[in-house]
């Protein structure tokens, strides 16, 4: 009976640990840096075959030359690769290639380029 309960402790062991990995590995958030000279409005993303998101901004707006962290419910995205669009004040806006952001930690947008660090 000993010998059971450690083998069945010792799945459970492997279960939780790598459970949490898979949670930790795909995890979305990342920190968006301003650095197009436009304030922007909205921010919004989508997978490869679904609508944009409702706006991650809210009301708030992100200023020239501010950072903010963008935070996704745990769980409702299926997928890493994302694709990000972000709305200026002026009605313009514009959109990024399919980001992997299980593996992005910021993203800086300049005017027309994106960059992942």
């Known amino acids: 009976m000993t010998k059971l309960r450690a083998m069945v402790w010792a799945a459970l062991m492997v279960v939780l640990v790598l459970g949490v990995g898979v949670c930790e590995a795909q995890n979305r958030d990342f920190i968006l840096e301003n650095q197009t000279g436009h304030v922007i409005v909205g921010l919004y ?9 409702a706006d991650f901004l809210g009301s708030d707006v992100l200023f020239d030359s501010y950072q903010r962290t963008i935070q996704f419910a745990r769980g409702n995205w299926g997928d890493c690769r994302l694709y990000i669009k972000v709305a200026f004040l002026d009605g313009t806006e514009q959109t990024s290639p399919a ?11 300049y005017d027309g380029l994106v960059v992942r660090n």
Do not use: F, K
């Open 45 to 53: 993303v989508r997978t490869y075959n679904s609508d944009w998101s």
């Open 99 to 109: 980001e992997n952001l299980c593996a992005t930690g910021r993203i800086t947008w």
